[in-house]
Nanobody, 121 residues
Framework: QVQLVESGGGLVQAGGSLRLSCAASGSTFSSLTMGWFRQAPGKEREFVAG????????YYVDSGKGRFTISRDNAKNTVYLQMNSLKSEDTAVYYC??????????????WGQGTQVTVSS
């Protein structure tokens, strides 16, 4: 079982930056593919970014390319989402997720509780 705890959300002005963190329990973090999802009110959950266990494969939603960076520190069992040039449309609850296997896309097995990101215009 893997437990995920997000932090780093908050209120930021448009154009600002936030770094989300997700700490994972257990000793298997380096074998997990990690992802970030978001869900805005009234909208479906959206896959924002993913990075596989080796780091050789990453994914970004089109609206996040050039602004978002997913990274991981296997020594700290932590994955990060650096978000720059934030826009009001980035406002959502952001979820960290993990899955076994090397593919960034696919069903994720474990989920955090979510952290709210609010971008004011």
């Amino acid at each position: 079982q893997v437990q995920l705890v997000e932090s780093g959300g908050g209120l930021v002005q448009a154009g600002g930056s936030l770094r989300l963190s997700c700490a994972a329990s257990g000793s298997t973090f380096s074998s997990l593919t990690m992802g970030w999802f978001r869900q805005a009110p009234g909208k479906e959950r959206e896959f924002v970014a993913g990075r596989n266990w080796s780091g050789r494969s990453t994914y970004y939603v089109d609206s996040g390319k050039g602004r978002f960076t997913i990274s991981r520190d296997n020594a700290k069992n932590t994955v990060y989402l650096q978000m720059n040039s934030l826009k009001s449309e980035d406002t959502a609850v952001y979820y960290c997720a993990a899955r076994w296997g090397d593919l960034v896309k696919g069903a994720y097995d474990y989920w955090g509780q979510g952290t709210q990101v609010t971008v004011s215009s």
